[in-house]
Every structure is written in structure tokens, then in C-alpha cells.
């Protein structure tokens, strides 16, 4: 039954979502309601690995990630306004399969982490905001800005202490890829999915983000 309630809550609040994607592709006459501009970045992620196995391949062992990178903002405001900043992760899965990780501003402590926090400049800790369903339990993963190219990222149990992940490393700037879409609902990592509930709450408005940018 909680069950029941949470996932028609959460398809409930997907509509929503997805009207307010729709209205501001409509303002804005653009393909991308959402993060409309933003620089693109080629990065290398070096993963630490643990001591203790967690099911999940990207926490457990280490090695070298080459990433595609995204730095945003969501709403797209003008720069002396605050917006939430957002950070697109994109790992390769082999020769034609990748993972995404969707980063937003937010608090870093247990309660925190889970709101997002518009913020005047991009030096502000990022999270998934939204759990990952892990061999674990519920799972969020953080990153916190070292210096303008580099982000330390970690992971942490729903409520609990955060566990180091590894470094990002941004290179020089890429050219604007019209087609590069992250979209963390349809590309997850190897020992991650997405609960029920999260993708009630995300599919809607990343449909229609993606029937905006069909339809332009």
C-alpha cells in the first residue's frame, strides 16, 4: 500500500513536472527546456575502489573513466541571478553503451542533500538529489568542486556519512553537440538502477524534453 501511494505521489508530481518543461520550451522557443545553455567538457574520472565490496561496480573498484561533461544552469537566468548549476556526467559501458549522472546543487548533509539550492556560481556542492536503488540500499552520489576543472565526487547511503568515489578532471572545452541528450533514467551505471517512483517522477519531463527537441 505505501508503495501504491508513493509511486501514483510521484506520477503525480512527474505531471507537473512535465507541464513546467512544456511551458518553458514553449517560452523559450527552444529544444531544451532545461539547462538550455551550457559548456561541454571531455574529463577523466579517477575511481578509487574500496575495501569493502557494495555491489556496485563504479564504487568498488578502481580505475580510470573516460567522461563526457556537461556544466549548466537549469533555468538558464542571467548570470547575476542565482539558478540551479548543474553538472551531466557520461561514463562508456563498452563500445556503443554509456551510463549517465545527473548533478544539481543542493546541501551536503543527510537532509540537505536531497533540496536543491539555486546558488550564484557553480563552486557549490552537486548531488543526484534523487536516490539510486543499490545492493545497499538507496544510494546518492555528490560532487564538490576543487578548483574550475576539478570535482571530488563521492557516494552516500540514504542518511548516512559520504564514502570518496574518486577525482574529475575537466580538458579544454568541446564543441556544442546538439545531440548529446544525458538522461540518467534510460542510461544507468552497472549496479545502480532507478526506483519505481524515480522514474515516475522523471520520465514525463524528460519525454517531453525529448518530443520538444524532435518536434524543433
Not at 577523466?44 to 564504487?59: K, Q, T, Y
Not at 556503443?96 to 546558488?119: E, F, I, K, N, Q
Amino acid at each position: 500500500m505505501a508503495n501504491l501511494v508513493i509511486t501514483t505521489a510521484a506520477d503525480a508530481a512527474g505531471r507537473v513536472l512535465s507541464k513546467i518543461t512544456s511551458g518553458l520550451a514553449a517560452v523559450r522557443h527552444s529544444d531544451k527546456p532545461l539547462h538550455p545553455e551550457g559548456e561541454l567538457f571531455a574529463g577523466r574520472l579517477v575511481r578509487h575502489g574500496s575495501d569493502e565490496a557494495h555491489g556496485v561496480p563504479w564504487f568498488d573498484q578502481p580505475g580510470e573513466d573516460e567522461v563526457l561533461v556537461r556544466v549548466s544552469r537549469a533555468i538558464g537566468l542571467p548570470g547575476p541571478i542565482p539558478d540551479v548549476h548543474g553538472l551531466a556526467l557520461r561514463m562508456r559501458k563498452g563500445q556503443t553503451r554509456y551510463g549517465d549522472v545527473l548533478l544539481a546543487t543542493t546541501g551536503w548533509d543527510p537532509l540537505t542533500r536531497h533540496l536543491l539550492m539555486p546558488s550564484w556560481n557553480p563552486d557549490w556542492p552537486m548531488t543526484t538529489l534523487l536516490p539510486y536503488k543499490s545492493p545497499v540500499g538507496p544510494v546518492v552520489i555528490g560532487a564538490r568542486p576543487i578548483d574550475e576543472r576539478g570535482y571530488e565526487l563521492c557516494w552516500a547511503p540514504v542518511g548516512r556519512g559520504w564514502h570518496a568515489l574518486g577525482e574529475l578532471t575537466l580538458d579544454d572545452p568541446l564543441p556544442q553537440q546538439d545531440e548529446v541528450s544525458f538522461d540518467p533514467v534510460l542510461n544507468t551505471l552497472p549496479g545502480l538502477a532507478q526506483y519505481t517512483w524515480v522514474e515516475r517522477l522523471r520520465e514525463r519531463s524528460y519525454a517531453t524534453a525529448r518530443a520538444s527537441r524532435r518536434a524543433r
